[in-house]
């Protein structure tokens, strides 16, 4: 009789290779044949609801971080381009003279 591992990867000459949803994504309990399997973003597979809403979350938290951190640096790269250096004030033409206004 063949095991179920060597049954589920369709060779029996080869060793058993570990299948996306035979454990959870988060916390790596094996997930049951005749269980509910909790996906999110597609191929990720949970034990539970608890388990995706945990990931759910931490997803969102990161990029939280990653949209407040890359918005800082373009505020920053503005500032840099709105500011003119010393060699470009430099560079520039200057008339004097006198100005009569009326």
Known sequence: MKSPALHYTGCEEHQYEPHF????FL???PLGH???????RGNTPFCSQECRQEQIEMDETNE???KLSSSKRS???RTKTET???ETDTNKAVRTGTVAVS
């Open 21 to 24: 949803l035979d454990a959870c």
């Open 64 to 66: 939280r971080k990653w």
């Open 27 to 29: 916390c790596q309990r």
């Open 75 to 77: 505020s920053k790269n």
């Open 34 to 40: 005749n269980s509910d399997i909790f996906m999110y």
């Open 84 to 86: 003119p250096t010393k």
